[in-house]
């Protein structure tokens, strides 16, 4: 497991932007694959956006895909999730994820580092 730190989140417009930020400690962050999820209220966890290990694969939910774009910067030990275009359904808490030696995957089980979580609302 690795130690995340999520933050970046905030009160944005219909149609606005954010980038999330995950703050990863620890070594050999490059052999981890990276996620985003988000958690609405009384809804279940759900899958956003994963980037795997360098040259590895990204993979995005269809209801966020062409809006938002994950990137990871391995010198930093951090990963970024861009939001763009955002919809008030987009409004939930944001977790990090991170899985060492895996490709993307959706499966929330699948990752064992979890962020604390960031709070993004959308207003309408």
């Known amino acids: 497991q690795v130690q995340l730190v999520d933050s970046g989140g905030g009160l944005v417009q219909t149609g606005g932007s954010l980038r999330l930020s995950c703050a990863a400690s620890?070594?050999?962050?490059?052999?981890?694959?990276m996620a985003w999820f988000r958690q609405a209220p009384g809804k279940e966890r759900e899958f956003v956006a994963a980037?795997?290990?360098?040259?590895?694969?990204?993979l995005y939910s269809d209801s966020v895909k062409g809006r938002f774009t994950i990137s990871r910067d391995n010198a930093k030990n951090t990963v970024y999730l861009q939001m763009s275009s955002l919809k008030p359904e987009d409004t939930a808490i944001y977790y990090c994820?991170?899985?060492?030696?895996?490709?993307?995957?959706?499966?929330?089980?699948?990752?064992?580092?979890w962020g604390q979580g960031t709070q993004v609302t959308v207003s309408s």
């Open positions: 620890g070594r050999s962050f490059n052999l981890y694959t």
């Open positions: 994820a991170a899985k060492y030696g895996i490709q993307s995957a959706a499966r929330a089980s699948l990752y064992d580092s």
């Open positions: 980037h795997g290990w360098s040259g590895g694969s990204t």
